[in-house]
């Protein structure tokens, strides 16, 4: 009986080893890369809060690069591009008027002033002058000289305001008005050309192609501005996002090849290592013992080399490995 329960005992050990061992190993193998099926996303986002008036695609339609596929209503705005290519003529006339000067019949009008000014002085100034040769003899009155003396001096200031009229007419205009005649119709032009811009974006185009996923607005509707109106599915094959256990970092690196498990798929497809985040997704409070490290995980984007990734849904499953396992 002792022999029976020695025996007994060491059978238990036998198997309480076996078991741990087991577990171990279901430990190591819980360790996997786990994620998803991506597509790269393009959107199509509303510039401003306008209705929808035509969709020119549909969902699942494959679409080129520059394809149109939806129109928003622009009437507001192409009446703001047409106001502002108006004040940018505007802008244009002035800045040419401020070159060219001063037309060459209001100079001709501004000599002739001047001339008539002058004339009208130099009568004045005569008479001013026979009047101080009478004043000593009472053959004019005081009141009488004093009248044609302030005459005299009008005419005076009457021919220095004609001769700076004509001297500005002859100049022409200061280089600081023409700097600023220019600095207003690049000010216009600019705006112009920003609000141009605008209005091509209430078209929204296929920036890459690919096969258009998501319409969630229909015609008539009045997205928000900045809503998502096109969701287009681009590049030739879908990739992986994937969590890589930081056990794995050791073996994988960007470029490093590996498997790309899906259920349902009996053969693995090869895929590549093309991006792994330097910061994990979960970091312990306190110091990275070996068990906390086990729970690190990083994101990884993977590129699946195989044409069988085409035929599988967006969002799908999936499961990386090492090549070499």
């Known amino acids: 009986m002792p022999d029976m329960r020695q025996t ?15 577990m171990s190993g279901c430990e190591q193998k819980r360790l996997q890369a786990l994620g998803t099926l991506e597509w790269d996303r393009v959107n199509g986002r509303a510039v401003a809060s306008e209705p929808i008036l035509e969709i020119l695609a549909r969902q699942g339609d494959l679409v080129s690069s520059g394809q149109p596929l939806l129109r928003l209503d622009g009437t507001l705005q192409e009446q703001r591009v047409t106001r502002l290519r108006a004040s940018v003529q505007r802008a244009q006339w002035e800045l040419r008027e401020l070159e060219n000067g001063f037309r060459s019949e209001q100079v001709a009008a501004a000599e002739a002033q001047l001339r008539a000014a ?17 004043l000593p003899s009472n053959l004019t009155s005081q009141q009488r000289a004093d009248e044609v003396e302030r005459a005299f001096k009008s005419a005076i200031a009457a021919e220095q305001i004609a001769q700076e009229q004509l001297s500005e007419l002859q100049n022409g205009f200061r280089s600081e008005q023409l700097e600023q005649a220019r600095a207003q119709l690049a000010a216009e032009q600019a705006e112009l050309a920003y609000q141009q811009a605008l209005l091509e974006r209430y078209t929204i185009f296929a920036e890459r192609a690919g096969r258009l996923d998501s319409l969630p607005f229909r015609t008539g509707d ?3 501005a900045g809503a998502v109106l096109t969701t287009v599915l681009a590049g030739d094959n879908p990739w992986a996002r994937v969590y890589l256990p930081e056990p794995w970092l050791s073996r994988l690196q960007v470029g490093s090849e590996v498997k790309v498990l899906v259920d349902g798929l009996e053969a693995p497809m090869a895929g590549r290592i093309r991006f792994i985040s330097a910061q994990a997704s979960f970091t312990p409070y306190f110091a990275l013992s070996e068990s906390n490290r086990s729970r690190l995980s990083f994101v990884t984007e993977v590129d699946i080399l195989d044409d069988r990734a085409l035929q599988l849904p967006l969002g799908i499953p999936v499961q990386v490995e090492p090549a070499d396992d």
Not at 8 to 22: D, F
Not at 120 to 131: A, F, L, P, S, W
């Open 8 to 22: 007994g005992t060491l059978l238990q050990a036998v198997l309480i080893t076996a078991l741990l061992i087991g």
């Open 118 to 134: 002058r004339q009208d002085r130099i009568t004045r100034e005569k008479e001013h002058q026979r009047q101080q040769k009478l």
């Open 222 to 224: 009045k997205p928000p």
